[in-house]
């Protein structure tokens, strides 16, 4: 209704009297501020809170937006700790290192040594285990949490369970950074940077492929992301982000042994991240503020309630954990937001003229008309003992719209996933742009210019509409992780989303651009998968049952946008129930019963064949019938 102009513009009787980047501000002016009068204690405890925030950050983004459970981060963290207390106490690491050894540059050198131990070690198990699916790649990291602890607890070198002592602190510019008060500036502005950079990373192209991990990768893969690349890389910042705050706890604590790398630690990372919240990079920082406060707390209190003869901590403990968690299952940073939103409100930014951007982008020249586009030959897909697809053949060409009309269980949508890469043919070739695609994916198909809608809408529900056709513009952009973390890809950016709202506002759907996809009608989700594939400026479209839940008027404007489309010289193959749309719309129709192609030819041609009148007689449908008279 009007959700377009609650989300855009600001109402007159809520306006916000800070806006969120004020406020963080402010609230970092008033940190850094109180940091040398607040109490020695107090000082201590922010810079541990700032050290687990800087893990449960690389969780948060692990978990709550990649959709991978890691319980083994206290590992990644003990890497980092040890890799720099090794190298700055041991005799061999100073006869290997010459001078560096015992000077201010040891921790530097340590600081290297961790990440790149980590980056190769989250490197090579990511490659493994991120394979594993469901709760094996969760149960997976328990196994690696726990050998890498005992591993750091056997090794003689490493100093067993008594651990490493005399490591030495920080030394910036002449400034010896030993205390809580000095190094815990560090903490925090290695917490803030890092909250900065994944901030910037989210809200960028890569971003929105890593938003795709959970619950959208088969979606994603056919708009041309590599989700087996991203998730390792998540995984590997995520363990980069630990090995760092390892490294800045041993220069704080001074000394390092097992205990704080166990597995018992991994999980309470993992509470901080779900508890503050799951998917939002500042729950990070409420989550380990809250756990690491709370744990303070317990150890004062429960002594004295119910005396000293147990341990009630982590019983107490676990129980908190059992109320938030069953209370606000999002954790409890979108609550505290919703509750501030009354003052704090986003400010939209301002539009881009689109014309000037979209320049930028990646431009595909479409094939001239006539084109042979797609070719399937003699296409066959059986499971087990039924033949889905039985030598299907099919051609399609640029500026045609072709149609595959069967009744259900025909084979149409297994035939389409694999003229898109989803499923490999049991036999038979596909040939895209005169390329042979055999054993390739979806998104080498997305990369030689397909675009594609599914049959079961597949939009990320949370997100805006906007932001789910800038998906689809994926390939069109080239700026990377970094670019993106370092606010580098911002006029890439622009163009991208200029691009997605021209797709959107062609499609019909301008009012909805900001309003999550999940608020839209079934119809208009369909819709919003058409801009998506616009968005790439594919040479072929398939579209899998497009008109299915739209009303008169948004079928006949869908038709004017295909026929629009097709004028452009675009290729068309669709799927779709309804007769009548597709009798006035295409300029072929493929026919399949049982798997096969029963007949091919032109609207007339087949309305006029008897084995078609037959097959849709047979069937519950005699819509046919009717589009024929
Ligand atoms: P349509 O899209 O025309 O309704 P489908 O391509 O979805 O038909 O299905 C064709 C046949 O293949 C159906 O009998 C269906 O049950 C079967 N089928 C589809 N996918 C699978 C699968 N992954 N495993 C086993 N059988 C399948
Ligand atoms: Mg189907």
Redesign the pocket.
């Known amino acids: 209704m009007n959700s377009s102009t609650t989300s855009m513009a600001v109402p007159d009787e809520g306006r916000p009297l800070v806006t969120p980047r004020t406020l963080t501000l402010a609230c970092i002016a008033t940190l850094a501020l109180a940091w040398g009068w607040l109490p020695e204690f107090t000082v201590a405890v922010l810079s541990n809170i700032g050290l687990y925030a800087l893990v449960a950050v690389g969780l948060v983004m692990l978990t709550g937006v990649g959709g991978m459970t890691s319980f083994g981060q206290a590992a990644f963290v003990g890497m980092g700790a040890y890799a720099t207390a090794w190298l700055c106490t041991s005799p061999e690491a100073a006869s290997w290192l010459g001078g560096i050894a015992g000077t201010a540059l040891a921790p530097w050198a340590g600081l290297l040594l961790g990440l790149v131990l980590t980056f190769g070690l989250a490197w090579a198990l990511g490659a493994v285990t991120l394979k594993l699916s469901g709760h094996y790649l969760p149960l997976c990291t328990i196994a690696w949490g726990l050998s890498l602890y005992f591993l750091l607890g056997n090794m003689a070198f490493l100093g067993g369970q008594t651990g490493i002592t005399g490591v030495p602190p920080l030394v910036v510019a002449g400034v010896s950074l030993a205390t809580p008060r000095a190094l815990g500036v560090v903490v925090w502005a290695v917490l803030l940077l890092a909250l900065w950079a994944l901030h910037n990373l989210l809200d960028s192209r890569e971003g929105r492929a890593i938003r795709a991990l959970k619950g959208g990768r088969l979606m994603a893969e056919s708009m041309g992301v590599d989700t087996a690349r991203h998730r390792i890389k998540l995984f590997v910042l995520a363990a980069l982000l630990a090995a760092v705050s390892g490294w800045l706890y041993a220069h704080l604590q001074r000394f390092v042994n097992p205990t704080p790398f166990h597995l018992n630690i991994g999980i309470e990372l993992l509470f901080m991240a779900v508890v503050g919240g799951a998917g939002h990079l500042w729950g990070a920082v409420l989550g380990a503020a809250l756990i690491t406060l709370l744990k303070e707390k317990l150890q004062d209190l429960l002594p004295a309630l119910l005396g000293t003869s147990g341990n009630f901590e982590v019983v107490v403990f676990g129980l908190l954990m059992l109320f938030v968690l069953q209370r606000f299952a999002d954790g409890l940073w979108p609550t505290l937001a919703r509750v501030a939103r009354r003052w704090v409100r986003p400010v939209a930014p301002a539009p881009v003229g689109a014309a000037l951007l979209s320049a930028q982008l990646a431009q595909r020249q479409l094939p001239a008309k006539g084109t042979l586009l797609l070719q399937a030959e003699a296409v066959s897909k059986r499971?087990g003992g039924?033949v889905?697809n039985d030598a299907i053949s099919l051609r399609l060409h640029a500026g045609e719209v072709h149609a595959l009309i069967?009744p259900?269980?025909?084979?149409?949508?297994?035939?389409f996933n694999m003229v898109s890469g989803v499923a490999d043919p049991t036999s038979g070739t596909v040939q895209l742009l005169g390329a042979a695609m055999a054993g390739q994916p979806s998104r080498a198909f997305a990369a030689r210019g397909m675009g594609r809608t599914f049959q079961h809408v597949r939009l990320l529900g949370q997100r805006s509409v906007l932001e789910n056709v800038a998906l689809g513009a994926h390939l069109r952009g080239r700026r990377g992780w970094l670019a993106a973390m370092l606010r580098l890809d911002r006029s890439e950016e622009a163009a991208l989303l200029a691009e997605a709202r021209r797709q959107i506002e062609r499609c019909g759907l301008g009012a909805h651009a900001d309003t999550p996809a999940a608020a839209l009608s079934l119809g208009q989700q369909r819709v919003v998968e058409i801009a998506r594939a616009l968005a790439g400026q594919p040479a072929v479209l398939l579209l899998d049952e497009p008109a299915a839940g739209l009303r008169h008027l948004e079928k006949r404007a869908l038709s004017d946008l295909l026929v629009q489309l097709r004028a452009e010289g675009l290729g068309i193959l669709v799927v779709e129930h309804d007769m009548e749309f597709v009798m006035n719309l295409a300029d072929r129709i493929t026919v399949?019963e049982f798997?096969r192609v029963i007949a091919s030819g032109t609207p007339a041609q087949v309305q006029a064949d008897p084995r078609v009148l037959e097959a849709y007689l047979g069937g519950a449908d005699d819509e046919l019938l009717e589009a024929a008279r």
């Open positions: 499971f039924l889905a069967g259900n269980g025909a084979g149409k949508s297994t035939f399949l798997g």
